[in-house]
């Protein structure tokens, strides 16, 4: 069975800052992929960046980075320079191969001036 | 309007009532899915379809029934309401099942209460 662990459920980050958020998977599917998404306190589900497990490098879109690490099983999503507009909860989901997202449990960020 | 679309956005009901949730997208994505969110649990996927006339149960389809007959819409049904269905419920879309970044867009959610 798949599992995804979120382990923090919150943190305060200072703006311009970078922050780390946890992200470990458990599957025994050898093609997987790994997704981050955001949900702000509107409620709508951001799309944020993508990791497949046979990528050899890491994931990067504009600010958002992934530290994919596929032998420890961990895709932390890394956010660099954080605006106040960083704040929400934020999700890590693994893809098995068939398609079906599992969500974690999710991180609240709270970005302060 | 373009995109994926939900209705209502807010619904009240009552212990037994049935109650469907619309999902329509533009898109033509072959796949769609509903989840609910819960506190504590992230996103759950309840059922999701392939394709018109092709759907399948995921995590937690207990209570629920879908269908869909055309490809832009994938309504969600509660045949007989109870409280612990209360919930947010996300319905999304993707372009293709998987086999890369097939990102899923979601919709804006419906938020249920079941009295």
């Known amino acids: 069975a798949q599992k995804i662990t979120q382990t923090q459920p919150g943190m305060f980050v200072q703006e311009k800052e970078a922050v780390t958020l946890d992200c470990t998977y458990d599957?025994?599917?050898?093609?997987?992929?790994l997704f981050w998404y955001k949900q702000p306190s509107s409620g709508e589900m951001i799309f944020l960046i993508y990791?497949?497990?046979?990528?050899?490098q890491n994931a990067t879109e504009g600010r958002y980075s992934l530290n994919f690490q596929k032998a420890r099983k961990s895709a932390n999503l890394v956010i660099s320079a954080s605006q106040l507009g960083d704040s929400g909860i934020y999700f890590c989901?693994?893809?098995?191969?068939?398609?079906?997202?599992?969500f974690g449990a999710g991180t609240q960020v709270v970005v302060t001036p | 309007d373009a995109g994926i679309t939900q209705s209502p956005r807010y619904k009240i009901t009552e212990t037994g009532r049935q109650v469907t949730l619309m999902c329509h997208q533009t898109?033509?994505?072959?796949?769609m899915f509903w989840y609910r969110q819960d506190l504590g649990h992230g996103l759950r996927l309840i059922y999701y379809s392939a394709a018109a006339d092709i759907t399948d149960k995921g995590e937690v389809p207990d209570g629920y029934v879908v269908s869909r007959s055309k490809t832009e819409n994938f309504p969600l049904t509660l045949e007989s309401a109870t409280r612990s269905q209360t919930s947010v419920y996300f319905c999304?879309?993707?372009?293709?099942?998987?086999?890369?970044?097939?990102?899923?867009?979601f919709g804006p959610g419906t938020r249920l209460t079941v009295l």
């Open positions: 999304a879309s993707s372009e293709s099942g998987t086999g890369g970044r097939n990102e899923q867009f």
């Open positions: 990791q497949g497990s046979y990528d050899e």
């Open positions: 599957t025994s599917d050898q093609s997987y992929g």
């Open positions: 989901a693994l893809e098995n191969s068939w398609g079906k997202l599992q």
């Open positions: 898109w033509s994505h072959s796949y």
